[in-house]
């Protein structure tokens, strides 16, 4: 199974590490805190709180088990040289070191896709596998994602081409991490 790289120590770090979680991919968490990895525990915590009210007994093993099998699936790095597995995608959620990010990217997995988290809808390197990635809050409601391409091309044809594969791809990418059955509409605000 390829491997999700989510770099950054911050809550956008671990908001799109628990939505990729619990869509079931594989998650490396580059650049965390303890405090960014005690905070996703908790999180992961609290979801299966939700998930699976205490009523009985059996139930706390249900809640341990739910946490277990979400961290059973992310490891930890100092840096992205100590990852093993295939990346099939790199989302950036460190808000100061975007090209430093991009290049360590390129410099180690060169077709690989790299997703900036953005609060706003810019980007400005000129890399053809650079998008920015906006989600808008709370992303487990909203299931709105906005994508915008570098400056090295426009966004239909990042769209199209982005990793050498077609539109569907990314949008399968997109549709699986914000939780949307492939089939349902993805709802995108493209530029």
């Known amino acids: 199974m390829a491997v999700a790289v989510v770099v950054g120590a911050g809550r956008a770090a671990e908001s799109i590490t628990k939505l990729l979680l619990n869509s079931g991919s594989k998650v490396a968490l580059v650049g965390s805190k303890p405090t960014t990895q005690s905070n996703l525990i908790s999180a992961l915590k609290e979801e299966a709180e939700e998930a699976v009210p205490f ?98 091309r426009e966004a239909d044809e990042a769209m199209s081409t982005w990793n050498g594969n077609d539109r569907s791809d990314l949008q399968s990418i997109i549709s699986t991490l914000l939780g949307v059955p492939s089939k349902h509409e993805l709802h995108q605000i493209m530029h």
């Open 55 to 152: 009523m009985f007994v059996d139930d706390l093993k249900h809640q341990e088990d739910h946490v277990r099998r979400r961290l059973a699936r992310v490891s930890f790095h100092n840096d992205m040289g100590s990852i093993l597995e295939d990346v099939k995608i790199v989302f950036d959620a460190d808000e100061s070191k975007k090209e430093d990010i991009v290049y360590a990217t390129r410099s180690m997995f060169p077709r690989t896709p790299v997703a900036s988290l953005l609060s706003s809808a810019t980007i400005s390197l000129k890399d053809n596998l650079h998008l920015g990635l906006h989600l808008y809050e709370p992303v487990q409601i909203t299931k709105i994602a906005q994508i915008t391409a570098s400056e090295a």
